[in-house]
C-alpha cells in the first residue's frame, strides 16, 4: 500500500463547531453510524478504469468488514458481488437530474443490474441539475435491496478541498471528500479514523469530461491527504507536480496523447483542445479568446464552444463573489448585475467570412425585400431541425407565424437556425434589411442549453444593429442568470405556460402568458373517429422505450411525432422483425384515433384540438404538466405505474382508462383554454406590429 503525504488540515479549526454536520442530516443514518462507530472501516472506492485489475484488491479486501464503493454505470458491478458483502453506491446526475446507472424513471440500468442486498446509495445533485424527476419533492428513492438518499454532491468537495470554482467535483472525488469528512468527525469525537482505499483512480477517464472535472487537481489531493491510500501497481493515481505549469504540461500531454489524430481534428476543434490548457490553470481571459477563435473558425457548429464559454463566464462570476460552497452560482441573483455587453455582445465573437454566399442553405433562407412594410427574420424554425421536416407540431407553430406575419401587415423575410445561418444571411444582405427578429423559443430554452445560448447570442447581435427582438412561444425552465441577462434587453418575450411565465416575468421587459401557438392550427372539416387508442413517443429515449413496450404489450399502434431515433429503430427492427418501424404521426391519424397516450408536447396539443381524448406522459421539461394545469385538466397526467402496470398486465389499467375518459366539463375546459390561446396569439402579433 502506497499512503499520501500528510497536510495541513484545512478545516481543523472548524471541527469543534461541527459546521459541516448538515451533510449528514436528514436521511444519513449510514453516515451517522459511520462517524459513531467504535471501530474504524476500510472503504474501496472503484474506479470505472476498463485497465483496472481486481486480483489485487480481492487478495487484501475483507468481505465481512470492508466496504465497496462504486460509481454511476458501475463497470465491475457483477465481479465485485463475488468479493464483498458491504456496497455503497454513488450516482451523479446529469443536466435533467437523471442520476447516471439510473434510467428516467429510477430503475437501475442494464449495465447496473441489481442491487446487492443491504447496500447504501446516493445520488449526487449539483449546482443547477434539477432534482430527479422520479422522486417528485422525497429526497429518499428505495428500490430493492437498497435506499438511495439525494445529498449536496458539493458541500463536502468544497468543505474540504481547495476545488477551483469552474470545476465539478467527481463521483469519485466527491465520495473521497465524503469519507475525509467523516474522519475529521470521528477524531472530534476522539475515534480512529477509517481507511479509505483508492482502486484505479489513474485520472484518465475515458467517459470523465475535463471541463466538467478536474481530474489532475483531483489527483494531487489524493496524493496529498493524508486519510487516502491508493492499492499499489499501475492502479496508483497518476504522478501529479503541484505548479500549475506541470498541470498545463499534464493537461497537454493527456489531452495530446499518442492516440490524438491532427490530420482529422477540424481547426476548431484543436483551439478547443488546446483552449483546455488555460481552463484547467484558471486562465478565463486565455480561454475565453481561443473559443472565441474557435467559434469564429466554423460557426455553424459551435454549439459545444458556446456552452464551455458559458461556463468559464460562470466560473468568472464565482471567482469574483466566492461563497463557501458556490452552490447556487448560477441561479444567484444580486444588486450589481454585471453589465452584459461587456461578456454577451456579440462583438467579441468575429464573424467569419462566408464563401459563396447562398440565401438557401440548410441553415437559412432569406428572400430580399419585396413589400413596403416591416420586414421579420425568424430565429429557430423548427420545421428545419433534423428529422422535423415530419414534426406536425413544429409545421403548425411554423405556419401560424407565418400567417399571422401576414394578417399584421408584416413580410416574412426568412429564417436561420444557427450561427452560420445568420452570418449567411448578413453576408447576402449587406444592407441589413429586415426590421425585427422573432426567436421562435418553443422547447428551446431550458437547462442553459447552448442552443438557447446560441440563439440569445444572435439576438442580442440583432439588437446591436437596431432590430427590434421577440422571443416568443417559449418554455424556460432551469435557466441560469447569464441566459436572463441575455434576453432581458429582448423588447418582448412571450411564454407558453405560467410556470415558464412565472420566471420570465421576473427578468423580461414585457411578459405575456400565451399559450403554444400550435392551439391555432385548424380543427378538421370531419372527423371520422374510431375507439381506437395510439400511442405518441417522447423526446426522452428511455421513455420512448416504455411507450413502445406499452403499445406492443397491448396491440396499439405506434407513432413517432418525427423521424425515429436510429436505436430505437433498430431494436423494433430486432425484436419484431414482421412489423413495420413506427411511422411519424400524421393528420390522417389525428382524425383517426379517438384516444392517444402521449409523450409529446405538440402530440397533446394536437390530440385535444381534433377532440381526441389524451393521457399525457410528463417530457423532458415540466411544460406538459404546467400547461395541463392551466387547462384545468392536471389530472390527466399518467404515471410510471399507469405504464409498467399496463404493459406488464397486457392491458390498460383502471387508473389509464380513466384518464382517457374525459368528461363535458374536461371539454369545455379545453375548448375554452383554445379559444383564450387564439385570442392571446393575436394579440401578440398585433402587438409586434406596434413596436417594429
Request: proline share 4%; net charge negative.
Amino acid at each position: 500500500m502506497q499512503t499520501g503525504r500528510a497536510m495541513a488540515d484545512p478545516i481543523h479549526a472548524q471541527i469543534q463547531e461541527h459546521r459541516h454536520m448538515s451533510v449528514f442530516t436528514t436521511g444519513f443514518g449510514e453516515f451517522d453510524g459511520l462517524v459513531r462507530s467504535q471501530d474504524p472501516a476500510s472503504f474501496f472506492l472503484v474506479a470505472n478504469n476498463p485497465d483496472l485489475n481486481l486480483a489485487e484488491l480481492s487478495s487484501i479486501l475483507d468481505p465481512e468488514r470492508d466496504y465497496v464503493c462504486q460509481f454511476n454505470k458501475c463497470m465491475f458491478a457483477k465481479r465485485l458481488s463475488a468479493l464483498a458483502t458491504r456496497f455503497m453506491f454513488f450516482f451523479s446526475t446529469d443536466e435533467n437530474g437523471v442520476p447516471h446507472g439510473l434510467s428516467w424513471d429510477g430503475l437501475p440500468t442494464k449495465e447496473v443490474g441489481e442491487f446487492p442486498v443491504e447496500s447504501t446509495g446516493f445520488i449526487l445533485k449539483y449546482r443547477e441539475s434539477p432534482h430527479p424527476p422520479f422522486l417528485g419533492e422525497a429526497d429518499v428513492h428505495e428500490l430493492p435491496n437498497i435506499r438511495l438518499t439525494v445529498i449536496d454532491a458539493e458541500m463536502a468537495a468544497r468543505a474540504v478541498a481547495d476545488l477551483p470554482s469552474q470545476h465539478l467535483p467527481s463521483a469519485g472525488f466527491t465520495a473521497t471528500t465524503l469519507f475525509i469528512l467523516i474522519n475529521y468527525l470521528r477524531l472530534a469525537h476522539g475515534r480512529k479514523p477509517h481507511r479509505i482505499v483508492l482502486v484505479g483512480f489513474t485520472g484518465q477517464y475515458h467517459g470523465g469530461s475535463p471541463f466538467v472535472h478536474d481530474f489532475g487537481r483531483e489527483q494531487l489531493f489524493y496524493r496529498t491527504n493524508p486519510f487516502v491510500s491508493t492499492v499499489g501497481g499501475s492502479a496508483n493515481p497518476a504522478e501529479q507536480l503541484t505548479s500549475t505549469d506541470q498541470i498545463a504540461l499534464d493537461t497537454l500531454r493527456n489531452r495530446f496523447s499518442d492516440g490524438y489524430d491532427f490530420t482529422s481534428a477540424s481547426k476548431a476543434q484543436i483551439l478547443t483542445d488546446i483552449s483546455e490548457v488555460f481552463y484547467k490553470t484558471g486562465d478565463m481571459t486565455a480561454f475565453q479568446r481561443l473559443i472565441n477563435a474557435a467559434i469564429s473558425v466554423n460557426p455553424s457548429v459551435a454549439a459545444r464552444q458556446i456552452g464551455l464559454l458559458v461556463r468559464s463566464l460562470i466560473a468568472e462570476e464565482a471567482q469574483e463573489r466566492p461563497s463557501p460552497f458556490l452552490s447556487k452560482v448560477v441561479a444567484e441573483s444580486d444588486s450589481r448585475a454585471r453589465d452584459v455587453n461587456d461578456k454577451w455582445k456579440l462583438g467579441k465573437i468575429q464573424w467569419a467570412p462566408v464563401k459563396n454566399p447562398d440565401v438557401a442553405s440548410a441553415n437559412c433562407e432569406y428572400k430580399l425585400r419585396s413589400t413596403d412594410g416591416p420586414r421579420v427574420l425568424i430565429l429557430n424554425e423548427t420545421s428545419k431541425i433534423g428529422f422535423n421536416d415530419k414534426h406536425l407540431g413544429c409545421h403548425n407553430v411554423s405556419k401560424t407565424i407565418a400567417d399571422k406575419l401576414a394578417e399584421n401587415g408584416m413580410e416574412y423575410a426568412g429564417w436561420a437556425n444557427n450561427i452560420g445561418g445568420f452570418n449567411e444571411i448578413l453576408e447576402a444582405d449587406e444592407g441589413r434589411d429586415f426590421d425585427a427578429v422573432i426567436i421562435n423559443g418553443e422547447g428551446t430554452f431550458h437547462s442553459n442549453a447552448a442552443r438557447a445560448i446560441e440563439l440569445s447570442m444572435i439576438g442580442q447581435y440583432a439588437k446591436t444593429l437596431g432590430k427590434k427582438v421577440f422571443l416568443i412561444n417559449t418554455v424556460w425552465e432551469r435557466n441560469g442568470r447569464h441566459l436572463e441577462e441575455m434576453c432581458s434587453g429582448f423588447d418582448l418575450i412571450t411564454a407558453r405556460e405560467s410556470w415558464s411565465f412565472r420566471d420570465v416575468k421576473n427578468f423580461a421587459r414585457e411578459a405575456l402568458l400565451v399559450p403554444d401557438l400550435a392551439w391555432n392550427c385548424a380543427e378538421p372539416a370531419t372527423n371520422s373517429k374510431t375507439d381506437e387508442c395510439g400511442v405518441i413517443d417522447c423526446i426522452l429515449p428511455e421513455t420512448t422505450a416504455l411507450l413502445q413496450e406499452l403499445a406492443l404489450a397491448n396491440s396499439l399502434e405506434f407513432r413517432t411525432m418525427s423521424g425515429l431515433l436510429r436505436p430505437f429503430a433498430r431494436s423494433v427492427q430486432q425484436s419484431y422483425p414482421i412489423k413495420s418501424v413506427p411511422s411519424a404521426l400524421s393528420e390522417a391519424d389525428l382524425t383517426r384515433f379517438g384516444s392517444w397516450i402521449s409523450g409529446r408536447f405538440h402530440g397533446l396539443i394536437l390530440g385535444l384540438v381534433h377532440r381526441s381524448s389524451v393521457a399525457a406522459f410528463q417530457s423532458n421539461t415540466s411544460k406538459i404538466q404546467a400547461m395541463l394545469q392551466d387547462i384545468g385538466i392536471a389530472h390527466k397526467i399518467c404515471s410510471i405505474d399507469d405504464i409498467q402496470q399496463s404493459t406488464e398486465n397486457g392491458r390498460l389499467t383502471e387508473s389509464l382508462q380513466e384518464k382517457l375518459e374525459y368528461s363535458s366539463l374536461d371539454w369545455a375546459k379545453v375548448s375554452n383554454y383554445r379559444e383564450f390561446a387564439i385570442a392571446e396569439t393575436k394579440k401578440t402579433f398585433e402587438r409586434i406590429r406596434e413596436m417594429v
